[in-house]
């Protein structure tokens, strides 16, 4: 298996918006193991193809404390959302650093296919319900720096590009 690089923020790829996955065969099955990988390396609880620069309907979550419980979502669609709604912090490995808070459904219907390509419904509260909805945005091409005011927004990006032009040159 091999960790996948991940895209930044304000990477333009970011934006693209994912199309169905067509079969659950052994590429997507190798895409799965090394997406699991490379967000348990990275420390997160989800990744979203997206990220990897792959635009298909797929993520990998783990919320579970002891790590050891991904849930794989491929082509998944929201069936009921609720309209209770809570602000929590949140993360992205596309934005490394910043964390502030969204406003999102408490708690969620999924329908999906698992990592063998049988059909799942979800139902999701808690922070699964927020990394799921996260997750979901970046197949949709939108990154949770969005919902914020155009002022943390700019921010943010140019925090980012000041980062990548010290990389480059270090
Ligand atoms: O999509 C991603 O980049 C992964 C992201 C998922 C996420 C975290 C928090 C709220 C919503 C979605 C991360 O894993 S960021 C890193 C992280 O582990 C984390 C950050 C804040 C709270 C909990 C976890
Ligand atoms: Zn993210």
Known sequence: M???PILCY???RLHTVAKPVQAVDAR????????LETMYDADGIGLAATQVDVHERLVVIDVSAGRNTPLVLINPEIT????????????????????????????????????????????????????????????????FVEYLSP???NRIKTKMLKARRDTERA
Do not use: F
């Not at 997507?28 to 997406?35: A, D, P, Q």
């Not at 912090?89 to 910043?98: F, K, N």
């Not at 509260?125 to 990394?131: D, I, P, R, S, Y």
């Open 80 to 143: 009921w959302a609720s309209d209770e709604k809570q602000v929590n912090d949140e993360g992205c490995l596309s934005v490394p650093g910043i964390y502030d808070g969204v406003e999102r459904s408490s708690a969620i219907k999924v329908t999906a296919l698992d990592g063998e390509g049988q059909s799942r419904v979800i139902e999701a509260e808690g922070m699964l319900a927020v990394c799921i909805q996260h997750e979901m945005d970046h197949l949709l091409g939108k990154v």
């Open 151 to 153: 002022l943390k927004r």
């Open 2 to 4: 091999a960790l996948l």
């Open 28 to 35: 997507v099955k190798k895409l799965i193991g090394e997406m």
């Open 10 to 12: 304000p990477d333009p």
